[in-house]
């Protein structure tokens, strides 16, 4: 093929690319500019606001910052969240890894039905389950405490966690596995020192997603927490910003900032292993 020729085939596969480049500097100009004003509107007051929305804060202290963190209760209410959240996770984790890996070794009948039944997890609205969940803590005993939310959020959380898992663990080649059984590898330790490490990818996606959805949970820890101030997570005191008479916007912005400061920070450990996890599905596929 000549040089002419492989020239001619880039400039139209280039060409060919500038609508998906157009699209996505669009996106891209979507997503900023919404978050340049959030982030902007933290360090303002409702005057400026309102004002002159797109412009930049006249400046950069951190009063709306300390008010929010002073009014709402922030402090306690990033570590109650923090405190559910990560159990939670550790939870979650070692429920679905395990099952996981049963689910992905097994090729009977009655593991196809039980990796379905999984799946029907999907099907239930988070609606439809709160009464018989505020029952269930009532009965329980755990009524306006965290503990129950520890508990509550990996049972919601492990549909999706094993479907995601056992599908990364069914790539993993069975002779790693046999190797190591003819080392003497007991099921533990084949789990332990070849399944997870191979895993890495998928168990970073499982993180990231049900951080991002512990975190932000509000109906649950609304109900079943409640509003003290000393129990409830930062989703249920941010609202507290809020008031009849009027609400400083800026104080409220720069409190929901700093509950977005958690969350920027896991994605920004994760994505690499999450972006991983989804060039390696695509490739498979």
């Keep these: ?20 480049h157009i699209l996505v500097w669009g996106y ?9 004003y959030f982030v902007a509107s933290s360090f303002k007051s409702n005057d400026a606001i309102f004002g002159s929305p797109l412009a930049p ?12 963190f002073r ?16 159990v939670a996770l550790a939870l979650t984790l070692g429920l679905a890894i395990p099952a996981a890996f049963a689910l992905a070794r097994s090729e009977g009948r009655a593991a196809s039905v039980i990796e379905k039944v999984f799946s029907l997890g999907f099907l239930i609205p988070t609606f439809a389950a709160l009464f018989p969940t505020f029952l269930l803590a009532a009965a329980a005993g755990l009524f306006h405490t965290r503990t129950f939310m520890v508990l509550l959020l990996p049972a919601t959380a492990l549909p999706l966690s094993v479907v995601i898992l056992v599908q990364f663990m069914r790539t993993i080649p069975k002779e790693m596995e046999e190797a190591a059984r003819m080392d003497g ?10 399944y997870t490490p191979m895993c890495l990818p998928g168990i970073a996606t499982v993180l990231l997603l049900n951080f991002l959805s512990f975190w932000n949970e509000y109906l649950y820890s609304l109900v079943l927490i409640g509003p003290d101030p000393d129990l409830r997570t930062v989703q249920v005191a941010l609202p507290t910003l809020k008031s009849v008479t009027g609400t400083d916007y800026g104080v409220l912005t720069a409190g929901t900032v700093l509950t977005l400061v958690p969350v920027w920070l896991v994605y920004t450990v994760l994505q ?7 060039v390696s599905g695509a490739v498979k596929m």
């Design 57 to 68: 804060p006249a400046s950069l202290g951190l009063d709306n910052f300390t008010t929010a």
């Design 272 to 278: 690499k292993r999450m972006q991983t996890a989804l």
């Design 1 to 20: 093929m000549s040089k002419s020729h492989v020239s001619k085939s880039h400039a139209k596969f280039g060409r060919s690319w500038w609508p998906a």
């Design 71 to 86: 009014t709402a209760g922030l402090g306690t209410a990033v570590v109650n969240s923090a405190l559910v959240t990560v």
């Design 185 to 194: 590898a007991s099921t533990f330790a084949v789990l332990r020192h070849v």
């Design 28 to 36: 891209a100009v979507l997503l900023a500019v919404p978050l340049y």
